[in-house]
């Protein structure tokens, strides 16, 4: 595909008071419609403007290229506690909450990450209230307040960030990453830091920490390294003039941004291997050569060349090879960003059990596949394909939510030229063959990492690393190893990919036929399938998206069946990535996932090839064999899966329980895991056919698709499983989804397990509040719209309960309530107790609420809920919740937001009466309570985090009228409880009635 530059006027060297350049020439695709200017600030802020009439969001991010690597040496996390006191106060606007709450009322969001070079601070809010918004962020980097009463409270948000981290093995390996680099780099740094390196040491040390923060931003926060995108509905001269008075004053002190072009990982830490034990019973093979900083050279883009082809999945792959031997499961490579002057190339596969035995010929078989690159040499075909790939997705590209598009955004206007801001993480321009030889060069084995991450390496390991507690070994590689690997040769198995044949090559929009329906409509109803159709008018791109849920009572019948279901997609799955990767490749994508209900097939992506992806599937599923190799190694991995749910977040854990104790069947993690020990290739090969003669099938086929094509690739399904596999439709009375429990009026439960990995604990607070209806929901939504911020404010920033703080609705199986979730290092018991007095505060609250607030809060959620999905698979998705939950409201959005203009504030003060206060009669309370018992947390006798500190109200929670009763057993429990309804649907549906186009 030709690469084309759409291109708008450029003007240099601007007049207007405060602005130095103005560029108008930004490339964007011709499917673009925004419009887009990029500035340049007297004061050297960059900025990206985005004008979207038609937005129903407005966004900022705000990029400052600096992070923790710029840490002090004797203050690790700085930089990070530094994001985070930016939020608590400007001069202008010195409240702590003064901006999440402006944000909570006009329906926006925010937050921010500190990276090793980077802290990208950004939010999204309603369009009318974005001045105002866009004037509270920027105060942030004009007249920061950095008060001393915040300090403590931020280095406790800080120390509770990272004790959620701990016990996260991405986390500890990344870390360990960073220690066993060169200790004098500024890599090496402990990025996140915590209460020791940021309280208890520095006050040892007579240092004091806010100076020192005043100090960091005073030197590192200078307007010549900040880069600004904003999104808004107005022109780009508008969003001009907003945005040079908000900047303009934000100090220039011509700081040069830090490079680092000695890389971390010099000869002295490379030819080593580390063993590395986990938390969770995973085994990886991680292979690391450090190499320059390629970005220089993304025209070229040799780091995503070598990329492409060392992590294809086709025939003749690495991956496909190591599969063969039985070593790894998947596999994932390329260039790995550091920071700026450095970067990394590393080989990862996730392996087997026998696979931690073959580590050394892996990595030969590694060293083979460069060594094939290197006989074969650069070929300009493979860039071609790439380079025409990559514009094709530029030119189709889904549109993004503001908030997202714009922090990406303002991280690449450090890195690309003014005119190719947008492109430029898309478009190749030159095929170089000596820059591709040149990262070839680096990948051998005296410039090798390698890190082996298994269980089994315990009697290995003798070192400890100091921030996350990982135990680790790591020594040099055995000689004889290395000489192996540089006489590794060439393996005839290992072949560069083919042509890639899924490459579309059709893009024309379909003709749309007139008055077309704006929801899906029913195209055929019969007693196997309903099949759900609606020709996209709104993203108009050569796009479609097809569902298909596979409907069967053997699902979920008992915990064998369950588990046989999911070995079943794991098999298929594996057994189809060489064929589905090029499809992949070339933007054309599935997953096939098991549910309560069955099967469900989706695929997306360009609409051309779409039925070729489907039919290989169909086929591949009604003739399906079972490789009795793959099926030991994927049970394997799946046993492991259920057993590493115990080393899950304990917020998980209370979610978890929380949908085990309402829902009508629910099978636990230990009783699948027993169950496995059933499972075998022949249970397997009987059950898929099995499961294959009784089904309903539902279809809803969304995009660039006719009703007749939408028909013909819905019999296309059925015929093959009718004529191969004898499908038979499903009893009327065998189609019936989950219901919930429903708790008795004035109830008070309390469920408690215990959590010995991490140090946190965690509470789950609901409060049942019935069926799901339109004026319930906004009720109830509209109630945790005014709850959301205050809950946060008190819970995490102004009580430091925990880092993870969350209140909203919970829906399942046409029921639903609020919930307010904390993890933190308090007792449940006290984490409960202070959400029960925050509610009751929350009562007083409500009664004193101006209507002028109301209306705000109002305002909000309605602004949210009419936000439309940016994607087409987005809106895809949405409808398919309406569909799997057999409920068809189709307009949802626009019928309930309808409804939510009529409520009053009388409304839901009488809701909260009725179902949260304390005293209310319909009342019906579930407290979900994981006690972390490991050494440090609430649970340990040792612990002095066991008591919660005196809240800053010196309020105690308000007298339970009910006596909580204690859940002792699950089963127990669910009998003495009735069952709600089956929700009704929107639309009646023809009962077992023919109808087709």
């Known amino acids: 595909m030709e690469i084309t530059h759409f291109k708008e006027n450029r003007s240099l060297n601007s007049s207007v008071m405060g602005l130095k350049e103005q560029w108008n020439n930004v490339i964007k695709s011709e499917e673009d419609q925004r419009m887009y200017r990029v500035l340049v600030l007297d004061n050297g802020v960059k900025v990206l403007l985005v004008s979207d009439p038609k937005t129903d969001k407005s966004a900022a ?39 999440n709450q402006y944000l909570s009322e006009h329906g926006g969001s925010s937050n921010a990450y500190t990276a090793a070079d980077h802290t990208n601070y950004y939010f999204d809010v309603t369009p009318d209230a974005f001045p105002g918004a866009l004037d509270r962020f920027a105060q942030f980097f004009v007249t920061p307040l950095f008060n001393e009463s915040s300090v403590d409270r931020e280095v406790n948000a800080v120390n509770s960030e990272h004790e959620k981290n701990i016990q996260n093995d991405y986390w500890r390996l990344s870390q360990l990453e960073r220690t066993t680099a060169n200790p004098q780099h500024d890599f090496s740094k402990f990025g996140t830091g915590n209460k020791e390196t940021l309280d208890t040491i520095p006050k040892e040390e007579g240092i004091s920490v806010r100076d020192s923060l005043l100090q960091f931003h005073e030197k590192w926060y200078s307007a010549n390294i900040m880069a600004l995108s904003v999104l808004g509905k107005e022109s780009l001269d508008e969003l001009e003039t907003m945005v040079v008075d908000l900047f303009k004053d934000v100090t220039n002190k011509d700081v040069q941004i830090p490079e680092w072009p000695e890389h971390p990982f010099g000869p002295e830490q490379c030819q080593q291997i580390g063993y590395i034990v986990p938390v969770k019973d995973i085994r990886n093979l991680n292979i690391t050569f450090p190499i320059p900083d390629l970005h220089p050279h993304y025209r070229t883009a040799p780091g995503h060349y070598l990329g492409h082809l060392i992590g294809h999945e086709g025939p003749g792959s690495l991956l496909s090879y190591l599969k063969a031997q039985g070593w790894v499961n998947s596999l994932v490579g390329g260039q790995k960003t550091g920071a700026k002057g450095f970067s990394f190339f590393v080989v990862n596969v996730d392996l087997t059990e026998e696979g931690i035995e073959h580590v050394e010929s892996i990595v030969t078989a590694v060293f083979q596949y460069f060594n094939m690159l290197r006989k074969e040499g650069p070929q300009e075909w493979v860039f071609e394909e790439c380079r025409d790939l990559n514009a094709m997705t530029f030119r189709f590209k889904d549109k993004e939510r503001p908030q997202t598009y714009v922090c990406a955004l303002s991280e690449q206007l450090h890195y690309y030229q003014s005119e190719e801001v947008l492109c430029g993480g898309y478009f190749l321009y030159d095929f170089k063959a000596e820059l591709i030889n040149m990262v070839l060069d680096y990948l051998t084995p005296d410039n090798i990492r390698v890190a082996v991450v298994g269980k089994t390496l315990e009697d290995k390991v003798t070192e400890v690393e100091k921030w996350y507690g990982t135990r680790y070994k790591l020594e040099p590689i055995a000689e004889e190893t290395l000489e192996q690997w540089k006489n590794a040769g060439l393996n005839d198995q290992l072949q560069l990919p083919p042509k890639n044949e899924f490459v579309p090559t059709h893009f024309d929009l379909l003709k749309h036929e007139e008055k077309a329906s704006e929801v899906p409509e029913l195209l055929s109803d019969s007693s196997l399938s309903r099949v759900w159709h609606k020709q996209d008018d709104e993203f108009k791109l050569p796009k479609a998206v097809i569902y298909v849920e596979f409907f069967s009572p053997l699902a979920y019948l008992d915990p064998y069946h369950t588990n046989l279901l999911q070995m079943f997609v794991q098999l298929f799955r594996d057994a189809l990535t060489e064929y589905a990767y090029a ?14 209900y069955g099967l469900t097939l989706n695929i997306k992506g360009y609409s051309d090839k779409q039925i070729v992806l489907l039919e290989k599937i169909i086929d591949r599923m009604t003739t399906f064999k079972v490789d009795p190799k793959r099926f030991d190694i994927l049970k394997d991995a799946y046993v492991r899966a259920l057993k590493n749910f115990n080393a899950d977040q304990p917020h998980q854990h209370v979610v978890y329980y929380t949908s085990l104790l309402l829902a009508e069947h629910g099978w636990t993690k230990e009783e699948l895991l027993q169950a496995t020990e059933d499972l075998s290739v022949e249970g397997m090969e009987g059950f898929i056919p099995r499961f294959l003669t009784n089904l309903h099938l539902e279809f809803l086929i969304h995009g660039n698709v006719t009703k007749e094509q939408a028909l013909d690739l819905a019999t296309l399904v059925e015929e093959k499983l009718t004529s191969v596999s004898s499908t038979k439709p499903l009893l009327p009375s065998q189609l019936r989804r989950e219901r919930e429990f429903q708790l008795d009026d004035g109830c008070s439960y309390i469920y408690q397990a215990e959590n010995s990995v991490h140090r946190s604990s965690a509470v789950e607070t609901y409060f049942q509040c019935g069926m799901q209806g339109t004026h319930q929901n906004m009720l109830l939504e509209l109630l945790c719209q005014i709850f959301a911020e205050p809950a946060f404010d008190e819970l995490r920033t102004k009580e430091q309960l925990g880092y993870i703080v969350w209140s909203g609705v919970r829906r399942a199986n046409g029921t639903q309530g609020l919930r307010i979730i904390i993890q933190g290092d308090k007792s449940p018991e006290y984490l409960d107790s202070r959400i029960e007095t925050f509610l009751h505060k929350m009562g007083g609250k409500l009664e004193e609420m101006s209507e002028e607030d109301f209306i705000k809060h109002r305002e909000a959620l309605a602004a949210r809920r009419l936000e439309r999905p940016k994607r087409l698979s987005h809106l895809t998705g949405r409808w398919w919740q309406e569909i799997t939950a057999n409920q068809y409201n189709f ?102 009635s023919k109808s087709k186009l």
């Not at 990029?63 to 608590?88: K, R, T």
């Not at 499809?583 to 309560?596: D, F, P, Q, R, V």
């Not at 007298?959 to 929107?986: C, E, N, Y």
């Open 61 to 99: 991010a705000l990029d400052v290229h600096i992070g923790s690597m710029s840490d002090p040496w004797e203050l690790p996390g700085l930089a990070h506690f530094c994001e985070h006191m930016l939020f608590m106060g400007t001069e202008k606007y010195p409240s702590e909450n003064e901006y």
């Open 583 to 596: 499809a992949e490749l070339a933007g054309l994508t599935y997953s096939l996932s098991n549910s309560k």
């Open 891 to 992: 307009s949802r959005d626009t019928i309930e937001v309808g409804h939510l203009e009529t409520l009053t504030k009388k409304d839901v003060i009488e809701f909260y009466q009725n179902f949260v206060r304390n005293d209310a009669d319909k009342r019906h309370k579930l407290s979900v309570q994981v006690l972390s018992t490991a050494a440090g947390g609430a649970g340990d006798p040792n612990s002095e985090t066991k008591c919660g500190i005196e809240p800053a109200d010196g309020l105690a929670a308000p007298p339970a009228l009910t006596r909580a009763v204690v859940v002792q057993d699950i089963p127990s429990f669910k009998q003495g409880l009735p069952l709600f309804p089956l929700m009704q649907p929107l639309i009646p549906l023809p009962k077992g």
